[in-house]
């Protein structure tokens, strides 16, 4: 449970409050590398911490992400005209280049330099594993590039995809470190869903309904341990990990690719849900691939705007007889809507001041700890939050048999660092 100022404190993102301030301390994912797919290309929208921006790449190939409005008068530059190395306001004919800065001002006297005068606020943007991150703070603070294993593997060992979800971004996350769910509301998927079917773990999920949660803090966030019961009193070991502000690793299953979120505010009642699927030692296979652009494992059948077919308009196509026949356990097909339906149906921002936490939420209560913690710290004396160093985005989840008295996170400690080239630990 949190006080209401706490909630607030974590739910708001916009650039002036204190959370939105550290939340731009980080590279964030702004937008798909396939949403610009070629050099000027049309123009895309882009939301984030409530700041509405423009994205486009120019003539050659550079990206810019700006404010999305024309400095002159207001007018939205998605209907601008993309056109030799800057987007055009189609109303009187102001360009800007990739940095936000008036290169031309063609309603104004030719001898006018008033065009070099005016730069609208924009933000570094950059391709990394099919992903465009932005930084969005201060210019003298900007780290180096995020390198989050997922994104630094070669491209054919990597699919990533983003759903637009309808709730704040901390009870989305939340569902991504409350590894406790999995056996109630996923568990009509796990046997069946191609891309985790299969997997010995599996069966210790479904036959243990009871983890026992030991969550440790790592140097980025913290390590989520959740214990089974294994064979001969030994345990299995789910390990997420969470990397400061909003990004996790689900530990993986048997030989399938490694999938994870990141969950990025759009503003304080939507969210991106971004999931990403790899393989640290081997590329994709065809019928993983297919499987993932089709909407299983963690991704979801989305439309155009990336708003999933599933959604709250039509009650997420609700199944009441998959429901009582066991075949899935709330009746929402898919892992992604699964979540998503549960998460949105707590309302946009969910009241913390309500809530009835039990053992099973020791990720949850430590996670909000550890970042209201690090809000405190970043506003008071200026230290750099968990998460920002690239030793802290190189980690790895894991899931592993262990002998009763082995602490997880000593018999773990290697596979949960990212050694490149080194098959993830998994049962
Ligand atoms: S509003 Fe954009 S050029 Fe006038
Ligand atoms: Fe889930």
């Known amino acids: 449970m949190l006080r209401k100022e706490q909630n607030d404190l974590l739910t708001q993102t916009g650039p002036d409050t204190p959370f939105g301030r550290m939340f731009r301390c980080y590279w964030i994912p702004a937008l798909l590398a396939a949403e610009l797919p070629e050099n000027d290309?049309?123009?895309?929208?882009?939301?984030?911490?409530?700041?509405?921006?423009?994205?486009?790449?120019?003539?050659?190939?550079?990206?810019?992400?700006?404010?999305?409005?024309?400095?002159?008068r207001g007018v939205s530059l998605w209907f601008g005209r993309n056109e030799d190395c800057g987007l055009r306001c189609p109303y009187h004919g102001w360009k800007y280049d990739v940095t936000g800065q008036c290169v031309d001002m063609p309603n104004e006297p030719e001898q006018s330099a008033f065009a070099k005068k005016v730069k609208l606020s924009s933000y570094p943007l950059v391709e990394r594993g099919g992903v465009l991150w932005t930084y969005m703070g201060p210019p003298a603070s900007q780290p180096p590039l995020p390198e989050y294993e997922f994104a630094m593997v070669p491209a054919p060992q990597t699919y990533t995809s983003k759903r637009w979800q309808e709730c704040n971004w901390l009870q989305a996350m939340e569902g991504g470190i409350d590894s406790s769910h999995v056996s109630f509301l996923h568990?009509?998927?796990?046997?069946?869903?191609?891309?985790?079917?299969?997997?010995?773990?599996?069966?210790?999920?479904?036959?243990?309904?009871?983890?026992?949660f030991e969550v440790v803090e790592s140097a980025g966030g913290l390590f989520i341990g959740a214990r089974r019961n294994a064979e001969n009193g030994h345990y299995y070991w789910r390990i997420t990990q969470w990397v400061m502000p909003s990004f996790t690793i689900?530990?993986?299953?048997?030989?399938?690719?490694?999938?994870?979120?990141?969950?990025?505010?759009?503003d304080d009642e939507t969210c991106w849900a971004w999931s990403f699927d790899y393989h640290p030692t081997r590329a994709l296979t065809d019928e993983e691939l297919t499987a993932m652009r089709a909407?299983?494992?963690?991704?979801?059948?989305?439309?155009?705007?990336?708003?999933?077919?599933?959604?709250?308009?039509?009650?997420?196509?609700?199944?009441?007889?998959?429901?009582?026949?066991?075949?899935?356990?709330s009746g929402i097909e898919g892992f992604a809507m699964q979540d998503a339906s549960i998460q949105e149906s707590m309302g946009p921002i969910v009241d913390r001041t309500k809530e009835t936490l039990v053992s099973t939420d020791s990720g949850i209560i430590m996670a909000r700890q550890r970042l209201l913690r690090a809000i405190k710290a970043f506003l008071e004396q200026d230290v750099m939050p968990p998460g920002v160093a690239l030793e802290h985005q190189r980690v790895r989840s894991a899931a592993v048999v262990l002998p009763p008295d082995q602490p997880f996170k000593d018999a773990a400690r290697e596979a949960l660092i990212a050694h490149p080239g080194v098959a993830p630990a998994s049962v």
């Open 41 to 72: 290309c049309p123009p895309v929208r882009v939301k984030l911490l409530s700041e509405r921006l423009i994205a486009f790449r120019d003539t050659n190939g550079c990206y810019g992400l700006m404010d999305e409005f024309c400095a002159h």
């Open 187 to 212: 568990r009509g998927d796990i046997n069946t869903d191609p891309l985790f079917k299969g997997a010995r773990g599996n069966q210790y999920n479904l036959g243990d309904l009871r983890p026992v």
């Open 250 to 266: 689900i530990p993986p299953r048997g030989n399938h690719s490694v999938h994870g979120h990141f969950w990025i505010p759009i």
């Open 295 to 329: 909407g299983k494992g963690i991704h979801a059948k989305v439309d155009g705007n990336y708003r999933p077919l599933a959604n709250k308009d039509n009650d997420y196509l609700m199944d009441r007889a998959a429901q009582k026949a066991g075949r899935t356990y």
